[in-house]
């Protein structure tokens, strides 16, 4: 029953119609939606294994080179780190950085007793000291994150105009109630306690993508996996709501799928920039670019190694500015 806008009436409306053509929009959704996902799981699980199978293949020397320059920076990093606290301590540097290599080694025997002490006592002032360093380093990056977060949902809303899109925390009752009962379904058939578990899908990994996307708040993660899944197994599971033709429901479940769909595609045109994108089902056609691909590679394997060799070189001047080093006198 719906009201002429003419004369103010009510005049009989055919809401059968209606519902059949909102479930026809749902389902072309889904499977739009479904498509993209199928995409994103075949980059996933074939693409990018299967390029960095073949990265490995053709440069493993260079990429140990790249691993062992890594781990030397690590070290470095390190000592650079306890060079600079035992100077804030009250120790030269040249002595800091005997005591950072060697450990703390006093020069007589009747000073050992009283040395261990003071060893004792400035190991848990220092390991309070970083604690509290620690916790101060966790609030600033908190902080910093939770405004980084406020600028990019700000600048999306001037350029989109419009923020329901992108709009996160706080969830809104009816969406957090749609977050619980797609979390639900979902766990129904991918905890690996459940006796509903789809035993044909990975669903280890499905189950832990599926938790993230919880604890984030992403209802449209939990949709694009929940009709991928579908579109996979054949199966049905999504339950319908206790009014199955509520035609507000359908608009609303139709608006999700949308989002969903906007966001994925987002998605995928990152994912597109990727090397490995269509890896293995191109290898047939890149028999000519395949060689461009190598060059590319290799020069960009080539660009890390500087750049990793520049980082150990300014530690290496660092430890050279400090001088030879020398043991302390005495134990600060």
């Known amino acids: ?44 699980d074939r693409d990018r294994p299967e390029y960095e199978r073949w990265v490995r293949r053709e440069f493993g020397p260079q990429l140990s ?31 800091a950085l005997f005591v950072a290599r060697h450990g703390e080694t006093p020069h007589s025997e009747q000073d050992k007793g009283t040395a261990s002490s003071r060893s004792t006592q400035s190991d848990s002032k220092e390991e309070r000291d970083a604690r509290k360093r620690a916790k101060l380093q966790a ?6 994150a939770e405004k980084k ?58 189950w832990l993508e599926v938790q993230s996307a919880y604890e984030e708040g992403r209802l449209d993660r939990l949709i694009s996996i929940a009709e991928w899944i579908q579109s996979e197994s054949g199966e049905f599971f999504l339950e319908e709501s206790s009014s199955a033709h509520d035609l507000e429901a359908k608009k609303i479940r139709i608006r999700d799928l949308e989002r969903s769909h906007q966001k994925l595609n987002r998605q995928i045109s990152e994912l597109q920039q990727h090397p490995a ?28 190694c500087d750049h990793l060799q520049a980082r150990l070189d300014s530690y290496h001047d660092f430890f050279n500015s400090i001088g030879p080093e020398r ?4 134990i600060v």
């Open 139 to 144: 609030k600033r990056e908190a902080r910093r």
């Open 277 to 304: 994108w269509r890896f293995t089902g191109a290898r047939v056609e890149r028999g000519i670019s395949l060689g461009n691909l190598r060059k590319k590679v290799a020069r960009e394997v080539e660009i890390q």
């Open 1 to 44: 029953m719906s009201f002429d806008d003419r004369f103010g009436l009510p005049v009989v409306s055919d809401w059968t119609l209606l519902f059949q053509r909102l479930q026809r929009e749902e389902r072309e959704w889904g499977r739009r939606l479904a498509h993209l996902e199928s995409q994103i799981r075949d980059f996933e």
């Open 327 to 330: 043991k302390p006198k005495r």
């Open 149 to 206: 977060s406020q600028r990019r949902v700000h600048s999306q809303k001037k350029s989109t105009g419009d923020s329901s899109h992108f709009e996160r925390p706080p969830i809104p009752d009816f969406s957090r109630k749609n977050l619980v009962q797609m979390y639900r379904q979902l766990a129904r058939k991918l905890h690996p306690d459940s006796t509903q578990v789809i035993s044909s899908l990975n669903t280890s990994r499905l």
């Open 65 to 95: 080179v790249l691993e062992e320059l890594q781990e030397q920076i690590r070290q470095r990093h390190l000592l650079a780190q306890r060079v600079q606290r035992l100077i804030e301590e009250g120790y030269l540097p040249r002595e």
